[in-house]
């Protein structure tokens, strides 16, 4: 028979073995989504991703000194609460032996003098926060020549006519932002503490608030956008729309500036593309420590910053693959293996110093030429579009950008802690569900930009909102700096001192 009738057989079978290849890389992906999603749902937390610091203290030593450092990393915990306790309010409630038992139980005598200070001992309770309604009399004092009327100065407002102090706008906006409650809920609470209120005054107050405060959310993100080092992430916010809700999303820039402060910006948009980051970034020079999303392309191209890879991603995607690929636990060990170098900089306290960039070289670059060879072996056993070989894709690509941090001791290994920026705003998601529109997103991320950057700079966001809501109307527009968080901490101590 000739060889030709052979031919529409081998093209067939080709075309068989193509489709059973792409069901085969089909499968093994839904087999690892199954995997994932069983574990999340139903296992074990030991069997999640584990943290990296736990990992590293479980390399650290045994069983017993695992349970010493948490007892000691307790009795810090609860030293630090103590010391924050000390500038809280504190009253003291005396207790005098009662009239029948004053009285010696040895020999009966009634003359009794008091030993010492007494016995303390100290407890925590609960008194219920109150309003006040607060009425303001103006002096007016008048001549007798009739003509002349003095009248004392009006007290400061944030709105002109309000009705509402600025502590009462503080508490408002912090207890949205930080404590991610709901408008309507705060109402309710504070018709119990007798101020009869609404939800839609409480959201009128609450735009006030970023209408008024807006100068200050500006410039602390004009400030992180100068910063030679920024990390940058983003999530998606529901935003409402006519019978429906369509997508925003918040992004999150923020810095560490040279006295270990960090400084958090928002911005909320409409778009997931590169727009946004390119309005904050835009013609800036530095580092930007992302993900592998391209939409920061639009500032990290080569006349941007430089990009500044997530190990932490890659060791997520690594993490997943386990299921179908065992082999993917030596790249955990060898991410692992980068992380206990950052672990012995900070043991050390060199963090950030020449020193830092020392260890990396010396310690970091061996296990990523290790790492990169290893990877580019397995390259060719895995199929590209299952798990491992998506993970190691992801790595290959991203090499240049994961591998930048060993040349500069500021570039961190992840982008974390964007990542934890955005957690106080993924909270809020779930209880108030959406922001009404654009405006309102756009409110709520300047005002998250500032309750952020206190909470990070130990700063009680009510008592520092309370005090800028009114300077920042008369403070000169050339010194608004001195009204962002962590300068405002540092005036008050110096002040103080």
């Not at 590209?384 to 991203?398: E, I, R, T």
Request: with cysteine; hydrophobic share 40%; aromatic share 6%.
């Amino acid at each position: 028979m000739p060889q030709d009738h052979f031919c529409p057989w081998r093209e067939e079978a080709e075309e068989l073995k193509a489709e059973v290849g792409r069901i085969g890389t089909q499968v093994q992906s839904l087999q690892t989504q199954l995997t994932a999603l069983q574990r999340h749902v139903f296992g074990k937390k030991a069997e999640k991703l584990p943290s990296v610091t736990r990992q590293l203290r479980q390399d650290a030593g045994s069983a017993e000194d695992e349970a010493a450092r948490t007892a000691a990393a307790l009795r810090k915990r609860r030293e630090r609460a103590a010391s924050k306790a000390e500038g809280a309010l504190t009253r003291e409630v005396r207790h005098p032996v009662p009239l029948e038992a004053r009285h010696c139980p040895a020999c009966g005598s009634e003359d009794l003098k008091p030993l010492g200070e007494g016995r303390r001992t100290v407890t925590y309770e609960y008194v219920p926060a109150f309003f006040e309604r607060q009425v303001h009399v103006q002096e007016v004092l008048a001549c007798a020549c009739g003509q002349g009327v003095v009248t004392a100065p009006a007290p400061a407002r944030v709105v002109d006519r309000g009705e509402y102090g600025p502590g009462f706008l503080a508490h408002v906006v912090t207890s949205k932002c930080a404590d991610a409650m709901p408008l309507h809920r705060l109402a309710q609470r504070i018709e119990r503490g007798g101020v009869p209120t609404h939800r839609s005054t409480l959201t009128d107050l609450f735009h006030q608030a970023a209408s008024v405060l807006l100068p200050l959310s500006t410039h602390l993100l004009q400030v992180i956008a100068a910063s030679e080092v920024v990390w940058a992430d983003e999530t998606p916010v529901r935003v409402l729309d006519v019978k429906k809700t369509k997508q925003g999303y918040l992004w999150t820039f923020l810095t560490q500036t040279q006295q270990g402060e960090w400084l958090l910006g928002y911005r909320f948009s409409l778009s997931r593309a590169g727009k946004t980051p390119k309005d904050v970034l835009g013609g800036t020079r530095g580092a930007l420590v992302v993900d592998a999303y391209t939409g920061y392309n639009a500032v990290t191209l080569p006349e941007g910053r430089v990009r500044v890879g997530c190990w932490a991603h890659v060791r997520r995607r690594f993490f997943d693959a386990l299921p179908t690929a065992p082999e993917a636990r030596e790249a955990l060990d060898f991410i692992l293996a980068l992380y206990r170098v950052e672990a012995l900089a900070r043991d050390a306290g060199v963090v950030r110093t020449d020193a830092h960039h020392e260890l990396r070289q010396q310690q970091s670059l061996p296990v990523l030429m290790a790492l990169r060879a290893w990877m580019d072996s397995q390259a060719t056993r895995h199929l590209p579009k299952g798990p491992m070989g998506q993970a190691l894709s992801y790595a290959l690509k991203q090499w240049e950008a994961l591998t930048r941090f060993t040349s500069d001791a500021r570039l961190p290994l992840d982008n974390n802690r964007s990542e934890a920026a955005l957690r106080k705003a993924a909270l809020g998601r779930k209880n108030f569900l959406f922001v009404g529109h654009q405006a309102a997103g756009e409110n709520l991320a300047g005002l998250y930009a500032l309750v952020a950057t206190c909470e990070a700079n130990s700063v009680n966001p009510e008592t520092y909102l309370a005090d800028v809501l009114l300077r920042v109307q008369t403070h000169p527009n050339a010194r608004i700096g001195e009204l962002l968080p962590h300068e405002w901490k540092r005036l008050r101590a110096t002040d103080s001192s």
